[in-house]
Structure formats: C-alpha cells, structure tokens
C-alpha cells in the first residue's frame, strides 16, 4: 500500500495531494453548458411552457393563449428551450408543434420531484 502525501491547505487542516488535485481539477472544469442551462431554467414562462408540454404536445397558438405571452416572446422562450435541447419542434400542417424531449421531460421529473410536498 502507498503512502499518501498529505497536503497542509490551512492551519491544521491537511488533505492527501490525490484528493487536493480532484478538487483543483473540479473547480477548473468547464461548467458554462450546465450554466446556460440553469439560466434557461431560470424563467418563470419558460418553466410554465415546460410543464404545459408535459401534459401534451402543443402548437405555438395554444402557448400563446395560455401565457398571455405576445407570439414574439414566446417565440423567443421556445427558441432558448430548443437550444438548450428540453424542446424539440415540428410542423404539423400550417401548425408548429412543440413538444418535450427525452432530456427536457427527465430534468423537469427530477425538479418536479425534488420539490414535492411530504
């Protein structure tokens, strides 16, 4: 068995250089994906179109109804739903229907269920 090299960061407070170097290496990884994300999240509409479209599939002229919302803007909220993957979209006749990814209705579950009342 190794010896493991112990790393004094503050006063007595030490830690084995393997774990120093995992907490460096954490601290500098790339974390703007996961940010950009949170940032989208971080929109009350954006949220309310989420579940909406975890009920069902809809077209933009039902969102646009339910959220009071211009067509500009929600066109807009879908546009950085869409980039950030939780939305996919089609057209269906003269209508364009949006519904939820795999991601998208994974994320919104585990954020739905972190919140739940006991």
Do not use: W
Not at 16 to 29: C, G, K, R, T
């Amino acid at each position: 068995m190794s010896e493991k090299k112990l790393i004094k960061v503050k006063d007595s407070y030490c830690l084995p250089e393997d774990v120093l170097d995992a907490v460096n290496a954490a601290m500098n990884e790339d974390v703007e994906e996961i940010v950009n994300l949170l940032k989208v999240l971080s929109d009350p509409t954006r949220l309310r179109i989420l579940k909406a479209l975890e009920v069902q599939s809809l077209c933009v002229c039902v969102l646009v109804n339910c959220t009071d919302q211009q067509h500009s803007a929600l066109s807009y909220h879908l546009k950085l739903l869409k980039e950030a993957g939780l939305v996919n979209s089609q057209r269906e006749r003269s209508f364009q229907v949006y519904e939820l990814t795999k991601f998208g209705n994974l994320l919104l579950k585990h954020i739905e269920k972190h919140f739940e009342k006991v």
